[in-house]
């Protein structure tokens, strides 16, 4: 199922690249485009002159690099570049180079008469560029007001705005000069050391202070009339930015970095490297936020924030990009991967990091809870059937894409999570400041990480990391009857599909922590067969914390058992890991939807926003993918009987409400209104809607939210054009984005013709076009009128979707149900190719499998079990 193995998105919109396999629009082929080696660059000097009105830029570079052999030749990278002239010169000697570029490999070869000897040499070259529309490079970004030109350079575009060696281990120093129109300015890294006129009267001259070693993907250049507001950490000046009139919102976020700047500066015990660091959002954006060394771009919606509309969610979402961002400016910007393979490296760590600070920050927001549902989720993406390991082979750009998923995010970010949980939180974090101290301005492997660890832990790290990053897939755990202090436990590989055998061949090094009085004792698990000993305790839990890579099975009387004891015994995220593993346990074909939904019915009055989310999440799967029209009648009654007194003890907004409070009346709102069908919860989300249409900081956010997506799936066209116009009017990102959100939600087909018409038209950001697509495509109302609308209307959806996004929209065919459906999906794919798409065309087929197959095992024990329940 797309729907629940699609890690949860912050917001609906937001583009979560964690979580979604890249694609290329252009293909590419399959050649080995890696540089020769034989040339290494040390500094850079770079200026540009950008011309937004015409969208081109001119560049003057000059390249100071080593010849480790003598030789005629100098590749590097460059596309889309057009070269004026090119020189080098060693020693006295300067020649003129003939250039020749291949376009498919992305390089351009500089050849002189004479040979260069080894050692120093220096590359002048005078070239012209475009200032592109596909969001990547350097590129334009318009307001209804202006043209912008901006850069995002990860993984290798950097290569489209001056010629480079476009590799994360060519580390070279850069100084950045901009020429720009009066009235306007630049962003760059580092410091701005001189502005001055010329050299023509309408321009002036940025000059900024050179970089520190870093890799070209990490550059980045700004050019318009941004206005930033400002404060400071740890003597480090800090700014958000944002077109003019939005800069305000910008304050929310410069609180959140100096708070981690100054937990950063102190958990790594090396301080922040550069002389400033800037927050810049962006117009038009495909990521969420890249974390260029000093100048972090973002999205709109990531990065401003209005207190009085922003949602605790949409909140702790800033919060969590500032920390992934600020993370990597030491894991990726002051250490970076050796090669692309260890991308995990970068973004593992910043998502295990993201977390962190933010949890401090806001202790009441309850951030384990988030983290236990977001384990959940990864490990459900990682059980299906198309997966692959942490590290894999990646050569082309296309193949460096598709790393950015929930693999190198999530899966790894989880296992360090896991490990870190083993060792203990203090010898972590000396494992993780022996290994930055290590490779400060250099580059690193997976084995220098976990060496480190293994050295300072004297535990072996070593294999439990190697066998979790080599191999695919997440363990399953099955334990017998605990005996007097010792138990049986066997391993083998957990897949959500109940027709896959599980391997007993596949073996990991897994350290299992189990409950304990106080505390936890943990073991660890290396081979398909083993007994350990079994610590006393109240209760026999095998994931304590919660941190654990792996599902946990364990006999149905120790479930029972822990079930009867959870709400005193297990921590909230304990609670939710448990009851996640039952539900994978019932997906996988282990149990029955009937018995989980009795587990629901007995977790109904946790008090934990989070864990009824959780519980209830699986509800939605339940309707959406196995219950027919019939039985969602039922299903609708008896969420309303289990829900509707839970609601109705904490239905009223308080002034000293919880954000837990403000959390779990949201979820029950929403539960009761989507799945109940309660007629007065849909009557209040109107009214709750009307209000926040007129005034957006008249009515508590979180309520606003969920109200607004139960009163859009209810609407009709009146609510439809107060939505619509809301998006046009409002200056507030996360107010426009989410008027634009509910607009997928309508269920008349009339309204469902006028989304999908909006979203391919130029009233929609292409960065957003392709996610809202997707959203239509997992609605249940509106799945098959937008299938049928993308295939007929292919070349213009093509051209509206973006290509970190594209295989985001082959992954969302997978929530159909239906073996005609699946058929049509892998039809229409093989004859219009997404590039880079094979592995979430694989999914969704193998998606789609799974429901019907779900569908037929527990459509008759729902029915079974519907029929039991509402007789009670
Ligand atoms: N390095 C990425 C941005 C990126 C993603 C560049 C894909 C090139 C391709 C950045 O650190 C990142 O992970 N951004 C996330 C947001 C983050 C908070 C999860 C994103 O863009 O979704
Ligand atoms: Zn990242």
Known sequence: MAVDTMPHARTQVSPLFRYIPLALAVCLPLVAQRLPGNVHPEHYSLSLTPDLKTATFTGEETIEVTLAQPAKQITLNAAEITFKDVTIRSGADTQGATVSVDPDKEQAVFEVANTIPAGRATIHIRYTGILNNELRGFYLSKTPTRNYAVT???????????????????????????????????????????????PVATKHTIKFATTPKMST??????????????????????????????????????????????????????????PKLDLVAIPDFEAGAMENFGCITYRETDLLIDEKTASIRAKENVAEVVAHEMAHQWFGDLVTMQWWNNLWLNEGFATWMETKPVAVWHPEWNVPQQDARELSATMNYDAQKVTRPIRSQVETPAQINEQFDPISYGKAGGILAMVENYLGE????????????????????????????????????????????????VPLLTFSAPGKDSVAVREQRFYLSSSMNSDTNQTWT?????????????????????????????????????????????????????????????????RIAFTSDQWALTVSGRGNVGDYLNLVSDLRDDPNAGVISEATGAVVTVNDRIATDD?????????????????????????DDTPNRIELRGDLFSVLGDIGEDPAVIAESRDITERWLKNQASVEPTLATAARTVASTHGDATLYDQLVQLYKTSQDPIVRTGALESLTNFRDPALIHRTLAYVISDQVRTQDATYLLAALLMHRGSRDLTWQFIRENWDRVKSRITPLAASRLVYATGSFCTTEARDQVTAFFNEHKVAAADRAMKQAVDSINRCVDLREHQEPKLKAWLASSSAE
């Not at 950045?176 to 006129?197: F, H, Q, W």
């Not at 969602?632 to 008896?638: E, H, I, M, Q």
Request: charge should be neutral; proline fraction near 8%; include cysteine.
């Open 152 to 198: 995002q350079f990860e993984p290798t575009d950097a290569r489209r705005a001056f010629p480079c060696f476009d590799e994360p281990s060519y580390k070279a120093i850069f100084s950045v000069t901009l020429v720009v129109d009066i009235g306007d300015t630049a962003i760059s890294n580092t410091n701005i050391i001189y502005d001055r006129p010329g």
């Open 631 to 655: 039985d969602r009648k039922r299903l609708a009654g008896w969420v309303d009987r289990e829900f509707k007194p839970p609601y109705e003890k904490i239905h009223l907004v308080r002034s």
């Open 510 to 574: 897994i350290p299992v922590c189990f409950k304990k009085e106080y505390g936890n004792d943990c073991e660890l698990v290396t081979s398909p067969q083993q007994t350990l000993p079994v610590p006393s305790g109240p209760i026999f839990f095998a994931d304590a914390g919660a941190m654990g890579y792996y599902r946990t099975n364990y006999p149905p009387e120790v479930r029972t058992s822990i079930a009867k004891k959870a709400d005193r015994d297990l921590t909230p995220p304990e």
């Open 426 to 473: 203090e010898t972590f974090r000396r494992g993780v400041h022996n290994y930055l101290e290590a490779h400060l301005y250099a580059n690193a492997t997976a084995e220098d990480f976990w060496n480190a660890q293994t050295k300072t832990s004297g535990k072996p790290v070593d294999k439990i990391m190697s066998s979790f990053v080599a191999q695919p897939g």
């Open 217 to 274: 993907y990490l550059v980045a250049f700004l050019v318009g009339d941004f206005q930033c507001v400002s404060g400071q950490s740890e003597g480090i000046p800090i700014r958000a930015c944002a077109t003019p009139g939005k800069q305000d919102l910008g304050k929310f976020a410069v609180s959140a970095a100096e708070f981690v700047l100054r937990y950063y500066d102190n958990y790594f015990g090396i301080r922040y490297p550069l």
